[in-house]
């Protein structure tokens, strides 16, 4: 019996702008300029500094990103919904 797996699902880069609405939403300072400095890092190749793919930019963007830059106490809250995201 074979079993059929699912191919894994395409990359794709996000844009400046959905990188800041998701900075914004997570209570990030300036997060245009958080945007641009993320997708500078990343592209056009989106590997890590061990030189593994990025597979998912909100992951990788909450767990390297989020936790350099201090969030106003106002942003951390414990809703798992923020902005027109969900984590």
Do not use: H, I
Request: hydrophobic content about 45%; charged content about 25%; aromatic content about 10%.
């Amino acid at each position: 019996m074979t079993t059929a797996t699912k191919p894994p699902r395409a990359f794709t880069p996000p844009t400046e702008a959905e990188v800041a609405d998701y900075a914004a939403g997570l209570g990030m300072d300036d997060p245009p300029a958080l945007a641009r400095q993320f997708v500078a890092c990343y592209a056009p190749a989106w590997r890590d500094t061990l030189n593994r793919l990025v597979r998912n930019w909100k992951l990788k963007f909450r767990q390297v990103w989020a936790r350099r830059v201090k969030r106003p106490a106002a942003a951390r809250s414990t809703d798992a919904r923020v902005g027109n995201w969900e984590l």
